[in-house]
């Protein structure tokens, strides 16, 4: 995906194509390409500010690891199917649903639900949600990042 640097670009690519994580071993993998790259990522919670420089590598790889870690304990599925990428070999933009507020993800329903956070290469626009992040949410997120500067 090449970088647009035109207004609406990150909405274009907010609602572009992506392939869909289907297996955690998929994920393994993706969590594994992300890594190996790991300067110039944007990491975004929906419903926090959005950042407006990148994550340095070793929070990519602490935040990579801790998602990881939430997803598998608590989307109970032996499959993923939670998180999208633009593109699984080469990735620059990553949603990630939120196990407790999948809505409906592909907009069927016509109402389409925000992924809770997202890793992009290209700086994110803050997103408006209707949905209330829960304090929970807002624990985890500002925990992993306090202990990361401690």
């Known amino acids: 995906m090449g970088e647009v640097t035109d207004?609406?670009?990150?909405?274009a690519a907010l609602t572009g194509p992506f392939s869909g994580?289907?297996?955690?071993?998929?994920?393994?993998d993706l969590w594994t390409t992300v890594?190996?790259?790991?300067?110039?990522?944007?990491?975004?919670?929906?419903g926090e500010p959005a950042p407006t420089m990148p994550a340095s590598g070793e929070a990519l790889v602490r935040f990579t690891e801790e998602l990881d870690t939430l997803l598998r304990r608590e989307h109970r599925e032996d499959y993923c199917g939670i998180v999208y990428a633009d593109d699984k070999a080469q990735p620059s933009f990553i949603k990630v649903f939120d196990p407790h507020n999948l809505g409906?993800?592909?907009g069927?329903?016509?109402?389409?639900?925000?992924?809770?956070?997202l890793l992009t290469r290209m700086p994110p626009e803050t997103l408006d949600d209707p949905r209330p992040l829960p304090e929970s949410r807002k624990r985890w997120w500002r925990g992993l990042f306090q202990r990361q500067s401690a």
Do not use: D, H
């Open 108 to 117: 069927s329903s016509g109402l389409k639900t925000l992924p809770g956070w």
């Open 35 to 46: 890594r190996s790259r790991p300067e110039g990522w944007y990491i975004y919670a929906i």
């Open 7 to 11: 207004k609406g670009a990150f909405q």
């Open 21 to 28: 994580i289907v297996s955690w071993a998929q994920l393994t």
């Open 104 to 106: 409906s993800s592909c």
